[in-house]
Structures are given as C-alpha cells and as structure tokens.
C-alpha cells in the first residue's frame, strides 16, 4: 500500500507540488528488540462484551486452534440504500482440539450462525459474544472440535456502507453535467476486511475464496479473480468469480460501479485493465501503459510469473491510501492513476508510473509471500518502496529515477529516523492504532533504504538470485525477516543476517566521524590512514547526558563504507564491523576524501575540518568532479550534522556559496529543502530579509538559464519548478510579474492552457498570494467545476496561499464539511493552509477547535489525526507554544498514549527551540557578512 495514510511518500518531488500531494505522499505504515512481541501477551485491562459480560479472551492475536482454509463470500451491496447484506461460509481446519472459534467482526449485524462437521450435523452454538474494542467474536460450542478435522462456519451478516473509506464503503463523484453517481469499493488493509465479512483477519490466517456479487443491472462488478458467469436473481444480476489463490484476508477486494476501462494483454498473456469513471477513460491509457510494461518486467526480475490470470486498476474518487496491492484488483486515488498530458506536469506523470510499479511489485512481495504479523510491515513495503523505483527505471531509463531515490527518499529516511521517538524498522505492535501508525517513512524509506544498500553490496546478481529463491520457497506462505536474510547468505559469502539485523532491529542510524592520523603497518611502521568512529545520528544534542547516553551508547553498525579521493574516483570498499572504532590506510596525498559513494549506505559522513575546507574549494572551483548525487548528499549531510551540533553552522552555508554555478536538480532539491527549515525557523525575525535576499541572489542565474519555459528532461522541469517556485515565494517581483501576466491571459481567455502543467502550481499560488479576494474567488469557482483530480489539488495549493483570513477560513470549514473539498483531501487542505505564515496559528486553532470531529471523521485507529498535530506544530519552536502543544496531547491522552505521534511533536518543538538558541546568532552574522560580501 502507498504510504496515503502518512503525509509522506517516498519521492519528494519539486517543492510546488509537495502540499498539493501532501496527504497522498508520505508518508499519511526487534529479533523485535525481543523476538517476542507483545501484541500476544496477557494484558490487565478487564475486557467486557456488548451485553457487560466479561470477555473471556485477553490476548490480542486470535489463536491457531482453528484456521481457515476457504471462504464462500456472497455480498449485495444496494447503491440506493447504501446499506449491503452478505452470507458466508468458512471451511475450518481444527489443528488443536477446542470447544470455541475465535473470529474478527465490527460494525456488522449477524445472524444464522451454524458450525457443521464434516457430515453436515450442525453443532450448537451455546453463546456468542463480541467485544467492539478488538473487534473480536466468540463462538462457545456444545463439544469439541477434534484435531485435523474439517468445519463448515456458516452466517448472514448486514451493515451500512462505511462512510470513512475503510472496509467496504460508499464513494461517490459527479459526472461531466453535474449528475451524482455512488459506487462500493473497498480498503481492508491493515485490519478492516472484518467491517465487510466475519473472517480471521490476521495476515498469517491466509485461504482461498470464491467470491459472488449481487448487482443492478447498471452498474459492473470486479473482484480479485476473473468473472466465471453472471447469473440472475430476483431481477438481478449475480456475479460468480473464480476461486481465488491462497491469500491474505486484507488483499480480498470488491468493487461494484458504472466505470468503464481500457484494456490491454501481456506478451505473457496477463489480461490487464485500467478502470475510471466514463469521461475519465481516456486518462487511464499512460497508467496501462506503465502497468503492462513494468508487469512483464517484474516476471523478468523476480524469474517468477505473475500467479493470476488478469489484473484490474481502478481509479476511486474517495481513498484514504495512497492506493492498495490487492491481489488482482489494485486500487488507486485518482490522482495516482489517472494522467491528463493537457493537465498533468511531468512530477505528475512519473508519480503515476511509480505508484502502478509499487503496487505491482507487491504482487510478488506481499501478496505472493506475506510478512507474519505487522511488526514485518517492511518486508511488504520496504521492498515495494524500493523496487518501484527498479521497475520505473526500465520504464523510463531517462528518468534518471534511482538518482532520485538518493536525493529524495534515502534522505527522507534519514530525515524521519533522526529523532529520539523513532521506531526500529521490525517493531512490536500491539494495537489497530500501532498498526496504523507504522505506515510511516521508518517501514517505506528507511525500509528501502536498507534493501538498496544491500542490494549495493551483494551485488546484483546475488539480490535478484536470493529473491527469487525466497520467494518460491514461501509461495502463498508468510514469512519474517529471518527467512530473507537465509536466502541472501546461501547465495553469498556473508552473513547477511549479522549485517542487517543490526539495521532493522534497532533504531536509528550511524553518523561515521572520519579523521586523518598516523598508524602503524604489519612491520611497526608508520604511515598516514584514516581513523573510522561510528555513533547513533541524533537531531537533537539538547538531549541531557543520560538520555543520550542511552541513546547512543551500545548502538553499533555493520557498515559498508565507500569512498573516492580527489586522485582516483576508484570506489573502495571498507566494512566498519559491529565496534565504535576502526581504520584504514589511505595516502596523504590523495587529497579529499568523499565517503558513502552515491549515498547508497544508511548513514551519514563527518569528516575533519581540513577535510570539509577541500571540499568545499573543490565545488567553488569544479563542482563537477562529484556527481550531482554526491553533491546532493553532501549538503544534506552537512546541514544535519549542523543542525546536530557535531559541525559549525558556518560550513553547510559556506558550500552553498557555489550553487549560483549548479545546474542540477539534485543538489539544489538538497539545498532548498534545509535552507528551507532555517527560513521556517527565522520567518518571524529580522534575519529573515537577509535569508530572502541571499536565495533570491543564488537562484536568479537559474531562472535566466532555465526561463520560463516547458522544455528539457523531467529533472530540467524539476529544477525549474523548484526555483521558480522559491523565487516567487521569496518576493522576486520579476517571478511575480511573470506568473500575474499569465493569470491575466488565463482569466481572460478562460483557458489554462497558456499556462504550462508543470508551471500551474506556482502561477496559482502566487498570485493568490499577492492578490485579493476576486482572483481568490475566480480560483476557487474553477476548484469546485474541475473533475480533473490533479488539477484541482494544484489549485487548492493557491487556495491556501491567501494572505486574508476570512478565505483561509472558508478553506478549513470547507475541508471539514467534505463536500466541496473530498474526504480524502481533508489533510491536504489543513495542511496546506498551516504552511502559509498567515494560516500557522489559524489551522493550529482550527485543529484543537475541531478536533472531536477530526477524530471522528478519520476514526481512532487511524494515524491522521496524529499527523496532522505533528504538521500543525513542526515550526513552533518557543516556550509556550511548546507548553500549549503539551497541554494539549494531556487533554486528549486517550488517543495519544497508545501512539508516538504526541512525543514526535513536542521533540520537534524541543529541537526547534534549541536550534534558535543555538544557530540563530551565528545565521544571521553570516547572513549579514556574505550579503554585504557579495552584493
């Protein structure tokens, strides 16, 4: 699944489209430190069921006495009512003898429920009890069930159409003249398969299923295997499916609607179709594209055929997620699937292609082989998250987009572990919240993060061997990390579980100090060499000395250290085993030293001061002797390890200096993205006039040599995007001119044609930045009449650019009323507005005003509500607004308690304060020094 329920995704694309994606990307999923979770352990809370008895079952994860092996599903959603009824049929297998069945079911009515052995004789069902907390049933029977025996779990089941895009539930859009139409689809990842049938909805408790949907006859039906017959009934129309392969309860999938698709066939015979509503159609022909492609590829890659016979994508209007692998039927936000050339910029088009391969390669890894529990979410999505960007490269080789993987989503991984209340990649979880919470960039970025790096030293024939090995070994099986880890030792000569156990078991990641000094040889004699020390990489150094001293103390790395020097860009290789401390030879006269070649290892480099001087000389005279990705990771890192306190501030600022000469996206993603903390954090103050006139100054040679045209490769209208974008932002009048002249000729002519897709964003938020209510008004008529889903989220990026009030106002009631504004692009909205200097204490306000009905809207379990507090609060950075945050989180413990979410925020608000204390003194002198220097 796409990370839609975080607010990252793994690609950080151009600056003007990160809000407008906001709520899409993000991304919003030890041993376990012990190999022992406790998510099944004993728990002291007195459980009652829906009658006030107690509730005789105190563990979290439902036993293995009996399991499922089959489910005969039949569902009749009613699109007039909104309301669906369904039967269904679980053959059992009894492994242990016992006199109950345990089972997963919320917010269904049942009834009829029977248990039948193997000669159809029912058994009686004494009592049933539920309790809503852990959505669990309990069937006590009048004897027992006997080991290795066969059940029949028979029940009727009926709900109303979830209204929240979890479980099977109602979304709905209106067609071009304006007429509304309603479909069923559903979302059932992590654990909501149990809102539209009773089940064991565990990923472990894998069967088949046969699947049949009772439908008017103007609407369609797709499920997750191809249609065998349709039959009717009661002036009906029912819908038989094919028996599915063997597969986990939150890959089930349905969908009932009047779309239509396009269609095409592999070379392999996979039948593949892209569905969307009516005058959508003609959009889903890229994404068909892309997915035939990338799927023919991928049975090349894993030297496995893909198991079923077809696969279907459907556009949803309303989808909580990102979008969703389930197996055969993958579901996708429209924004996601969906691509216009008259509307789509080239960001959108290569997001397209790069969501349709994520949820393809879960097809392999996910579906075919399931992690065990959910604490394993990264075998899911790690890999998925990394092989994307594999299956997008053979696509579209000019992309360039495993560069973009080191400039975008391996730092944001190391940006999302760099804190205290991060989590290890496996991590015990306990509840639906738990679940929820660890869609995140832990389990998508630093999970694939750490595959690539393995990838890297394995090399790639190892990688592509051992996968192929785990994956038929574990077909239609589950699996845990240690299972992987076998199959890349058999193929190499390392023990790959050492190395990596110690990046997915524990927190955090290496900052790798690296110093010239003397050591001796074999022969006792000296020669010059570099010392090598390893430590845990935190954000923060307010931590007092105990904190972080525990922290940091016994975390150590198995690292594969590459580096060139300035005389040779040879790559070497030098592993920093499990110590603090090692070293190695290496020539005085080798001159800079440029370690973690290609950011491809999960750490940072700090060098010695002599060091960093060389290096910076060597960007100011020629930039070009480190790739454009070494130039990009050598700033992010600088700047952290600033912020961190383990270098001046004055070295990250001093290598900017060259970025008048830089013509690369890479490098100035980097630049832009940590110059733009430091402008978040100085916004309020004097410096930040010497903050604008430096960028402005650094980024003006960029405008002339890239203009404002629509011209170049995809990383050319990155980079045009990003500084055209910061120039506006920053107050160049001349950027401002520009994007006022091209509003004037899209009013005029009512046509947005004049203004190029990838420039749209910038040109809207400009000038509703520096414009009055009639360009606000003109704008958001145009929100409200677009169909076009892309489109609109770059308008509602310019919506929330308003510097009045009372129209940033009209945005948040909007996004909590869910009409107007969907459901789905409620956070985006919020967000978007706390992003604007006018709007960070309005949303702030609007949040705790609103947030019983926020909770509501999203439910409990979800993470949203969570991640709007740490967005709302990521730029507070004094006293008491760090005290208002806290009272805040103690107002609603309830909710915060079970999740980190409360303690990411104050951390961040902590940093801040002390990143002000700290660097804001010396900013501004070097501000005010290097303006006066240069201009």
Known sequence: MEKGKTIKYSIKFPQILLISLIAILSITH?????????????????????????????????????????????????????????????????????SRIILHV????????????????????????????????????????????EYRLAMDFNAKLAENMEGFYKSEYKTKDGKKRVLATTQFEPVYARKAFPCFDEPEFKATFEIKILRDEKYSSISNMPLLRTTQQDGLYLDHYKKSVKMSTYLVAFVVSDFKFTETTTKNGVKVRVWAKEHAVKQTEFGLDVAQHVLTYYEKFFNIKYPLPKIDLIAVPDFGSGAMENWGLMTFRETLLLFDPKSGSAGDKQLVAIVVAHELAHQWFGNLVTMEWWNDLWLNEGFANYIEYVGTDDYAKDWRVLDQFAADTFQSALGADSIVNTHPISVPVDNPAQINEIFDGISYDKGSSVIRMLRNFLGDRAFRKGLENYLNKHAYQNAVADDL????????????????????????????????????????????????????????????????????????????????????DKEHLFWVNHTSRSSFPLKK???????????????????????????????????????????????????????????????PLKLTQYLNKEKEYFPWSSALGNLAYIGSMISMTETYGL??????????????????????????????????????????????????????????????????????????????????????????????????ATHKGK???????????????????NAMKGNTIRKQDMLSAIIGVSRNPVGRLQAWEFYKAN??????????????????????????????????????????????????????ALESIKTNIHWMKTHYVTIFNWLKQVNNEEY
């Open 589 to 651: 006269s080798s001159g800079w030293i440029k370690a973690n070649v290609g950011h491809m290892g999960l750490y940072r480099v700090n060098y010695d001061q002599d060091n960093w001087e060389m290096l910076s000389n060597q960007l100011s005279h020629n930039h070009k002797a480190l790739s454009s990705v070494d130039r990009s990771g050598l700033l992010d890192d600088a700047f952290h390890l600033a912020r961190a306190g383990l270098l001046p501030m004055t070295i």
């Open 851 to 904: 947030f019983d009905k926020i909770v509501k809207r999203v439910g409990e379990d979800s993470n949203d509500y969570g991640i709007l507090l740490q967005r709302l609060t990521d730029h507070f950075n004094t006293k008491n607004q760090l005290e208002e945050v806290k009272e805040f989180i103690k107002k609603h413990s309830s909710l915060f308690n079970n999740t980190r979410a409360g303690k990411k």
């Open 485 to 568: 880890w076998e199959a890349f030792s058999k193929v190499s000569s390392l023990n790959v579980k050492a190395i990596m156990d110690s990046w997915v078991e524990q927190k955090g990641y290496p900052v790798v100090t690296m110093k010239s000094s003397r050591l001796l040889d074999d022969n006792a004699k000296t020669q010059h060499g570099i010392d090598v020390v390893q430590e845990r990489f935190l954000i923060d150094p307010a931590l007092d000395k105990h904190q972080r001293k525990s922290e940091i103390g016994g975390k150590k790395w198995y690292i594969p250290l590459t580096y060139i020097t300035q005389d040779s």
């Open 795 to 813: 308008i509602m990026l310019g919506l929330t650019s308003a510097r009045q009030p009372w129209l940033l106002q009209r945005v948040l009631d």
């Open 691 to 788: 903050y604008e006139n430096y960028l402005v100054k650094k980024l003006k040679p960029l405008e002339l040599f890239l203009k404002w045209e629509d011209k170049g490769t995809i990383l050319d209208k990155y980079l045009r995007a990003s500084v055209l974008k910061s120039l506006c932002t920053h107050g160049d009048q001349g950027c401002i001119d520009i994007t006022q002249d091209l509003f004037t000729k899209f009013v005029d002519n009512d046509e947005e044609l004049s203004i190029a897709p990838h420039l749209r964003a910038t040109v809207y938020y400009t000038v509703i930045k520096h414009g009055g209510t009639t360009e606000w008004e003109f704008l958001w008529s145009k929100y409200k009449a677009e169909t076009d």
């Open 106 to 149: 919320k917010d269904l009515k049942t009834d009829n429920i029977r248990v039948l052995n193997d000669k159809d004789a029912e058994i009686k069902v004494k009592d049933v009890s539920e309790n809503t907390e852990r959505n669990l049933m309990i069937l006590d029977l009048s004897e027992d069930l006997k080991k290795d025996k």
């Open 30 to 98: 030890g041993s376990l430190l012990r190999r022992v979770s406790r998510e099944n352990q004993d728990t002291e809370k007195k459980l009652l069921d829906t009658k006030g008895r107690p509730f005789n079952y105190k563990l979290i994860r439902i036993p293995k006495d009996v399991r499922p092996l089959h489910y005969d599903l039949y569902l009749h959603p009613n699109l007039d009512t909104l309301h669906f009824k369904g039967k269904v049929q679980i053959l059992l297998k009894c492994f242990k003898s016992t």
